[in-house]
């Protein structure tokens, strides 16, 4: 299984600030977009995942910001496996413009059925 990918990432205007900044909160949606292509890319989508019976739940996420992303500046967001367990994903996330970093998060996801009780993870996650 890999461990990483890479998606490139264009910032429209209406995620900036009146500064012409990338809004904080819109790292976690970039942080959103990398997971779900990086299983696209393992061949796997969160919608066979969910049909599957299977949930994935943010329960920790962060964000250190080093740098300003602004608009029509294009981001390369780097998406990292960090650990898995019986039951959680955990992600670390570098987004980059050219080779300046910008900004390091993470996030823990925890794998719960319908109802949201704790599932072990399906084998197309582990």
Known sequence: MSTSHSTQIRVRYCETDRMGLLHHANYFVYFEQGRTEFLRARGVSYRDIEDSGYFLVVID????????????????????????THVKIVHRYEVYRDSELLAVGHSTLACVDRDGRPQALPETLT
Do not use: H, N
């Not at 964000?63 to 029509?72: G, I, L, S």
């Not at 500046?73 to 650990?83: I, S």
């Open 61 to 84: 996420i962060g964000c250190k910001f080093k740098r300003p992303a602004r608009y029509d500046d294009l981001l390369e967001l780097r998406t990292f496996v960090e650990r898995v």
